[in-house]
């Protein structure tokens, strides 16, 4: 994560949870929560950029474990406030350099975290995460579609393809924050050769990705490539 990203992170930590609670994405968000714990129910599940601990509260009741990890020193406080169970660990952690010390997961979680990630480091952020699985381990990736009138305008777009969202937090500070949209064909394009039994998923405010890891997808021998977002 950039440290202008950080930053932001850090400033906005008391008002994020503010986005689960726009009354239109209610029923999406319910419907969700009931889908998403069965994947990963008895597993040990790695959590990438878990936030205020959301989905990791929903998690941690069917997980063998969980480590979930946060570049935000601030929101992790929150999500430990909010999840007490003695297999759920929280800690400090780049989602591009992943930890190594807890051993491997049979699955990984990562909520609202791709859209944030630059086109030109998708390849980087998906080969580093299978480096922290077991074979045949289950990945979840969900995250926002964009819904005029109820996302955040787009407010820029660079070269590369990514977007950008002008935010504006309770201080007065104003933020440029990437936050790309793929489309279902771009998501599958990104992991089709890591991944097994791809399955995409859509609500009217959510997507989700999910997929069985490939034998050999964190292998040193898979290059980056280019991927688009959009």
Aim: hydrophobic residues 40%; glycine residues 6%; negative net charge.
């Amino acid at each position: 994560m950039s440290a202008d990203l950080e930053q932001y992170y850090a400033t906005r930590a008391p008002e994020y949870d503010r986005i689960y609670a726009k009354p239109e994405r209610q029923a999406d968000l319910r419907a969700i929560e009931r889908w998403l714990p069965a994947l990963f129910a008895g597993k040990s599940v790695l959590e990438v950029a878990c936030g205020t601990g959301y989905w990791t509260q929903f998690l941690a009741p069917v997980a063998r474990s969980v480590v979930a990890i946060d570049a935000s020193q601030e929101v992790l406080e929150i999500a430990r406030s909010r999840v007490s169970a003695p297999h759920a660990t929280f800690a400090t952690g780049d989602a591009y350099r992943l930890p190594e010390e807890h051993g491997r997961f049979e699955s990984a979680f990562a909520g609202f975290w791709l859209s944030h990630v630059p086109i030109s480091r998708l390849r980087e952020f998906f080969l580093g995460l299978h480096r922290t699985l077991t074979p045949g381990a289950t990945v979840v990736i969900l995250d926002n579609r964009f819904v005029e009138g109820s996302s955040t305008p787009i407010s820029g777009q660079d070269a590369d393809g990514n977007t950008y969202q002008t935010r504006t937090l309770d201080d007065g500070s104003v933020h440029k924050v990437l936050k790309n949209f793929p489309s279902e064909p771009a998501l599958r394009d990104m992991v089709a050769d890591i991944a097994t039994d791809v399955r995409y998923h859509q609500w009217q405010y959510f997507w989700a990705l999910e997929y069985v890891a490939a034998p050999g997808s964190a292998a040193p021998s898979l290059e980056p490539t280019s991927v688009r977002a959009r």
